[in-house]
C-alpha cells in the first residue's frame, strides 16, 4: 500500500517560506503523479501544486503561481512543495496525495480523478 507523510509546516511570518516534504513508502514513487492540496477554514480543499510521475509537467492554483515550486526525486522517495512570499491567505492544513501516472496532472489538480493514497496532513500557519 502506498503511504505518504507530509512535514514542513509550521508557523511563518507573512512574506516567509516554508518548505513541505512529502515521503512515500510501500510502493514505487514514479508510479505515481503527486499533487499538493489544501483545506482553510471554511473553504472546499483546492489543488495548490501537481507534478507528473517523472516531473515533467507541473500545474498550479493561480494564486501560489509565481510564489510556489513542487519538485520531486523520486529516487529518495521525495516530493517537496517550496512556498515563499506566504500570504495569510495560505494558512491551511496541507496535504499531499497520489494518482496514478496515467491521470493529467491539471485534472488531478482540479481533484477530478481517484486519488490512490492521501498524507495525513501538515498545518500551515500565517501570522505576523
Known amino acids: 500500500q502506498l503511504q505518504l507523510v507530509e512535514s514542513g509546516g509550521g508557523l511563518v511570518q507573512p512574506g516567509g517560506s516554508l518548505r513541505l516534504s512529502c515521503a512515500a513508502s510501500?510502493?514505487?514513487?514514479?508510479?505515481?503523479?503527486i499533487g499538493w492540496f489544501r483545506q482553510a477554514p471554511g473553504k472546499e480543499r483546492e489543488g495548490v501544486s501537481c507534478?507528473?510521475?517523472?516531473?515533467?509537467?507541473?500545474d498550479y492554483t493561480d494564486s501560489v503561481k509565481g510564489r510556489s515550486t513542487i519538485s520531486r526525486d523520486n529516487a529518495k522517495n521525495m516530493v517537496y512543495m517550496q512556498m515563499n512570499s506566504l500570504k495569510p491567505e495560505d494558512k491551511a492544513i496541507y496535504y499531499c496525495?497520489?494518482?496514478?501516472?496515467?491521470?493529467?496532472?491539471?485534472?488531478?489538480?482540479?481533484?477530478?480523478?481517484?486519488?490512490?493514497?492521501w498524507g495525513q496532513g501538515t498545518k500551515v500557519a500565517v501570522s505576523s
Open positions: 496525495a497520489a494518482a496514478r501516472r496515467t491521470t493529467s496532472i491539471q485534472s488531478m489538480c482540479t481533484m477530478r480523478v481517484n486519488f490512490g493514497a
Open positions: 510501500g510502493w514505487t514513487l514514479d508510479y505515481w503523479n
Open positions: 507534478i507528473s510521475s517523472s516531473g515533467g509537467s507541473t
